[in-house]
């Protein structure tokens, strides 16, 4: 049945079917397989509505909502302009302005796809007259969007969260450590990289400049300090902070800073509508699917001829982020997640695993994925944001991804760089 399963779903993807119809003609398969037709077809039905019942799922699309409310308006731009006030006479600084906008952005929206839309919109054309290579820019923009996987609200976060029953407020915060790690090192190697091709520096902006960029991004920085400071000060749960952040994103852009109108909320709630619906059905999807293939014992027969049962826990944590790593570069992160996490938790649990840092390690991996050609999801958004080839697109990419591989390895063999905030703010 296993082989069966696999052959429909290449095929179908091969056809060019979104990745539901796959997952959900898989499952169909199995059912079918398992019970000799479609007796309990019920069983499937009740495996997908209770695979997006959990209230946590909450989060995702008022997250969406919000992230399409900022890029829209002038939130995004506010923060870009004040991270350029600080870094963009330092060597590399418009590089590494770009890798903390990345992570800025992050922090309010945690979605990479909606960073590299929000970032490198206005910030390509600014290096390429400065002098980068748009090879080097792309892979920057693509890869440092990652980040925004791992700083809270990672979406990435939350789905692993609801699968594996770990306390998102906690991956939340294990995922700081790890992000400003990865915005180290893309920092240094922008500083190198514009040292050895001599790439100009732009003015220094004076303190008066410094301050007014500060004073205009402050309304921005709000979101950060509501989803972090409300979620570790016991205000809100991380769903309440979610529609926190949709409230004041509203209040922001309409009322402050009068850069949408109430007809543009409308349509870019429709845009959210669209992203939650589909979201919502390969979660479905994913659940049925990761009910069937546990119910016919696939996993414990693949898990089993590689000898994992033998392995202890770093030999397990490399074969999740070796797993991960290679399916996000073909499929989409969400359904990654929804049908691995399940295959690997038995393992975790067995092997005595922090789940918070498998879910750290897993959302980086998911992440890097995102990134890695040959399909991975955040290459082909940069396509069609900045019309260019795809080749163009992943030139530039392996030194990132090895970097990103290495905080990785980092984060295998010293867990602390996830787990010490963790601990900080939730010791027992």
């Given at each position: 049945?296993?082989?069966t ?13 979104p ?16 019970f000799?037709?479609?007796?309990q ?34 939130s995004?731009?506010?923060l870009?302009d ?13 590089a ?10 992050g ?11 929000a ?5 390509r ?46 991956l ?30 732009e003015p ?19 979101f ?5 400071g ?20 509203l ?8 850069s ?23 979660v ?22 590689i000898?994992?049962?033998?392995m ?8 999740i ?37 498998v879910?750290t390690i897993?959302?980086l ?10 399909f991975g ?17 992943i ?7 090895v ?12 867990p ?13």
């Open positions: 049945m296993a082989l399963i696999f052959v429909i779903m290449i095929v179908l993807l091969l056809l060019g079917f990745m539901m119809i796959p997952l959900i003609a898989a499952a169909f398969v199995g059912f079918f397989t398992l000799g037709g479609f007796s077809l019920e069983t499937m039905v009740q495996q997908m509505m209770a695979g997006i019942r959990p209230a946590s799922l909450i989060a995702v699309p008022m997250f969406i909502f919000a992230a399409d409310i900022m890029t829209r308006g002038q995004a731009d506010r870009i004040m991270v350029m006030k600080f870094m963009g006479h330092v060597k590399g600084g418009l590494v302005s770009t890798a903390a906008a990345c992570t800025m952005f922090a309010v929206s945690g979605s990479t796809q909606a960073t590299v839309v970032v490198g919109g206005p910030l054309p600014r290096m390429l007259q400065a002098g980068y290579k748009d090879s080097f820019v792309l892979a920057l923009i693509v890869n440092a969007s990652d980040i925004a996987f791992l700083i809270p609200p990672s979406i990435g976060m939350i789905i692993y969260g609801v699968v594996s029953n770990t306390s998102i407020s906690e939340f915060i294990a995922g700081i450590g790890p992000g400003l790690l990865i915005l180290a090192l893309f920092s240094a190697y922008s500083v190198f990289y514009a040292i050895r091709h001599n790439v100009p520096t220094r902006a004076s303190w008066g400049e410094r301050l007014v960029a500060v004073q205009r991004a402050l309304w921005p920085l709000g950060p300090v509501i989803i972090i409300g979620i570790y000060g016991g205000i809100f749960s991380p769903t309440e902070a979610a529609a926190a952040c949709v409230l004041y994103a209040i922001l852009e309409v009322v402050v800073f009068r949408i109108s109430i007809p543009d909320v409308y349509r870019t709630a429709q845009s959210t509508g669209l992203i939650t619906a589909v979201v919502f059905i390969l479905a999807a994913g659940a049925a699917f990761s009910w069937v293939i546990s119910f016919a014992q696939i996993p414990q027969a693949i898990l089993g001829s000898g994992i049962d033998q202890g826990p770093y030999g397990v944590l490399f074969v982020s070796i797993a991960f790593f290679i399916a996000c570069m073909f499929v989409d992160p969400i359904v990654v997640i929804l049908v691995l996490v399940p295959i690997f938790a038995p393992v975790v649990q067995s092997v005595g695993l922090d789940p918070v840092l879910g897993i959302t991996q998911v992440a890097i994925g995102s990134a890695t050609p040959p999801c955040d290459i082909f958004t940069a396509i069609a944001i900045f019309k260019r080839p795809y080749i163009e697109v030139r530039g990419t392996p030194p990132f991804i970097m990103l591989l290495g905080a990785s390895v980092a984060l295998i063999f010293f602390q760089i996830a787990l010490f905030l963790r601990d900080l703010a939730f010791a027992k």
